[in-house]
Structures are given as C-alpha cells and as structure tokens.
C-alpha cells in the first residue's frame, strides 16, 4: 500500500519565477493538505483541499494556490517567489478525523 | 502562524533512560497527535488522541490527552538510538472555523547517547 507521494523531491527557483508540487494521496484517502515546514519550525498550514474544494486556509497570501484533481491528488503553486518561501512542503492525506499522513516533502530553495 | 509551546526544545539522554515531553496551548483542542521527523523525512504518525484523559501506547510510547484539552504528553520508555529525531506534537481545535488544520509545535529533538 504506497504512503503519500511528492514529486520533485528537491527543487531550485529564483525569485520571481513560480513554482508547482505536486502530491498523491495514501490509497483510501480523500482529503489533502498542504504544509509549509521553516528550518527549525513545526509545519505550517497553508490549505486544504477536498471534493476538488479548497476546504480551509491558513494565513498565506494569495500567491499560494492549490488544486485537487478528481483522483484526490493535488498540486499546490506557489507565484512570485520569494526568498522567504524557501521551505521544505509537506503533502498529508486523511480520510476522516485528524490523521493526517504526511509524505516526504519537497525541498524548495529560491536564490 | 500559532504554534504550541512544546518542551523541551531538546535533551541528551542515555541509552535505556526514559523520556517525556509535554505540549501545552492556551486554546482547547480535540484531538492531538503525536509526529517523529527524521531529518530530510516527513513526519509520521506515532500516536493519536481524541478524548480528554485518554492514555494511549504505541509499544514504548506513551501519551496522554489533558483534561483541559489545553495540553498532552509524550513518554518514550528505555530509549534505543533509533528514538533519535524531532517530536512534534499537534492539535486540532473544536468543529467550525479553523477545525480543518493541525497546529504544530515547534518540536523536541531527542538525542540518545550510546
């Protein structure tokens, strides 16, 4: 049974391009959130997508984005890059209640 | 963003000591979860709680939903070397606005010498 996937593992932009994640959910699961996790920090929400809505928002600013396909994965994008937004991403899935799996996340620089 | 108060930030401890860590927050929450990160890993699941004063174990995991819903802990019984990692605990609140997302601490980071 595959955990929660992301894809690329690392990735190097600069500032002002953009960028996009991607994540499929553990088998079963319907429901994806996205995390942003700072050197040193606990993981952040950023959002939460479910039935292909985006179901609750964490405090981001718009140039954070996000889409859930009908198969559950999901892409988050993120525009106009900032040095700020270099972070590892972290992709969890659930089904029902709080547990949330996670995957092993995307490592993003921007020079 | 909120965060927790967890603690301690990190500890040194000896092979087959025990250990605890603890979470504290000023709002109530109704469920906690307890996360392990390797380094350059995603954080996996160790324990989950969903009613106040619940104790639960994982094998040599221990934890414990607050009866204010306000705090948790973790215990980890005769620590091996593979317990090295961050902890992070984390909370989800009531149903309605916000109830969606898991709020983190900033983590424990265990280190077990041999």
């Known amino acids: 049974d595959a955990g929660v996937t992301q894809s690329p593992t690392h990735l190097i932009k600069t500032r002002g391009q953009q960028v996009t994640l991607r994540c499929s959910p553990k088998s079963g699961h319907d429901t994806v959130s996205w995390y942003q996790q700072a050197l040193g920090q606990g993981p952040q929400f950023i959002f939460q997508y479910y039935e292909e809505e985006e179901r609750q928002r964490g405090n981001f600013p718009d140039r954070f984005s996000g889409h859930q396909f009908p198969n559950y994965s999901s892409e988050l994008n993120v525009n106009a890059l900032l040095l700020g937004d270099s972070a590892l991403y972290l992709c969890a899935s659930s089904k029902e209640g709080a547990e949330q799996f996670f995957g092993p996340g995307t490592r993003l620089t921007v020079l | 963003g909120q965060q927790l108060n967890q603690s301690p930030q990190s500890m040194f401890i000896q092979e087959g000591e025990d250990v605890s860590m603890n979470c504290t927050s000023s709002?109530?929450?109704?469920?906690w979860l307890w996360y392990k990160q390797d380094p350059g890993e995603g954080p996996v699941l160790l324990i989950a709680?969903?009613?106040?004063?619940e104790l639960t174990s994982n094998g040599r995991l221990t934890a414990q939903f607050g009866i204010t819903r306000k705090d948790s802990f973790l215990n980890i019984s005769a620590s091996i070397p593979s317990d090295v990692g961050i902890y992070f605990c984390?909370?989800?609140?009531?149903?309605?606005?916000?109830?969606?997302?898991?709020?983190f601490g900033k983590g424990t980071k265990l280190s077990v010498i041999p």
């Open positions: 984390a909370g989800q609140p009531p149903l309605g606005a916000g109830s969606y997302q898991l709020t």
């Open positions: 709002s109530i929450f109704n469920t």
């Open positions: 709680l969903y009613k106040a004063g």
